[in-house]
């Protein structure tokens, strides 16, 4: 069984930092693309940012290229989530999951944690 849980979420005002973790199990990381999605209120779940199974290729949405930085340690079965100069807009559910990296911007069907929620605000 898949499992994804993410953690690291909080609030935090505009301009500040967090970085997400996401323990996967249930598979071997090593062989597949990871990415992160988020979901702010009333709004649907959206790609944010894709890494590659060799972290060679990445991808981030428009919304966040600059900002945030996605990075994986297989040994530890995680994938991570830097996300810096945090913006309002950034606010919402943010999940971890098997993606594609050159897909990045579809929304997977399959497995998903229950997310973490980041909340930017003053």
């Known amino acids: 069984q898949l499992t994804f849980v993410e953690s690291g979420g909080g609030l935090v005002q505009p301009g500040g930092s967090l970085r997400l973790a996401c323990v996967a199990s249930?598979?071997?990381?090593?062989?597949?693309?990871m990415g992160w999605y988020r979901q702010a209120p009333g709004k649907e779940r959206e790609g944010v940012s894709c890494?590659?199974?060799?972290?060679?290729?990445?991808y981030y949405a428009d919304s966040v290229s600059g900002r945030f930085t996605i990075s994986r340690d297989d040994a530890k079965r995680t994938v991570y989530l830097q996300m810096n100069d945090l913006k309002y807009e950034d606010t919402g559910v943010y999940y971890c999951?098997?993606?594609?990296?050159?897909?990045?911007?579809?929304?997977?069907?399959?497995?998903w944690g229950q997310g973490t929620q980041v909340t930017v605000s003053s």
């Open positions: 999951t098997l993606a594609a990296v050159d897909y990045c911007a579809a929304v997977p069907r399959g497995s």
């Open positions: 890494i590659s199974r060799s972290g060679d290729s990445t």
């Open positions: 249930g598979f071997t990381t090593s062989y597949y693309d």
